[in-house]
């Protein structure tokens, strides 16, 4: 009988040790934890660090460099491209480095006219996609490349015109048929 026994025991499957899921929890709350302050430390290290603020102090003036902006034209030109006649309501600013403000005004109120004949001889000649353009190259191209040769360029050899800026350039049809 003892050997019938022995087989029995050997038969029964054998009962797994019970584990506790709060120590599974605790394990992926602990690796979660670390990987966040990893990621925070990794980040924080080679993020953008903050810029050091430009403090102006009493004996710096203003910067001669920076950006001015001075109104050339505002008027309606006329285009015939098309075999249409549109009317196009233009405005021009230049930006100059505020260094060059003075020269730049003065040049313009000695050739104002030649100015706005030049700006409207362009806007005349320009096929009408160029006048539709939605960034407006062909004419800032233009535009740059006339008034460079009016303004000239400063004692150091630069242009004077830093960027050509026209924030309008409206077109209609003149004849209303």
């Known amino acids: 009988m003892a050997d019938s026994k022995a087989p029995a ?5 054998a009962q ?12 992926v709350a602990t690796l979660m934890i670390v990987e966040a302050a990893a990621v925070y430390i990794f980040v924080g290290k080679t993020g ?7 403090v102006l102090k009493p004996h710096d003036g203003p910067d001669e460099n920076a950006p001015v902006e001075i109104p050339l034209i505002e008027e ?7 075999g249409r006649v549109w009317l196009w309501d233009v405005s021009v600013f230049v930006q100059v480095k505020q260094k060059n403000q003075e020269k730049v005004e003065a040049r313009l109120k000695q050739r ?17 996609v160029q006048l539709k353009e939605p960034d407006r190259q062909t004419l800032l191209r233009q535009f740059g490349a006339t ?11 630069d242009p004077r015109i830093e960027r050509v800026l026209i924030p309008r350039c409206r077109g209609f049809p003149a004849d209303f048929n």
């Open 76 to 82: 309606k030109f006329q285009n015939m491209q098309t």
């Open 147 to 157: 008034l460079n040769k009016i303004f000239e360029n400063d004692e150091h050899g």
């Open 16 to 27: 797994p040790a019970k584990k506790s899921p709060m120590k599974a929890v605790g394990i």
């Open 48 to 54: 953008p660090q903050p810029a050091a603020a430009h």
């Open 112 to 128: 104002n006219a030649e100015v706005k004949e030049e700006l409207s001889r362009i806007i005349s000649k320009a096929q009408h």
């Open 9 to 13: 025991a050997d038969s029964s499957p």
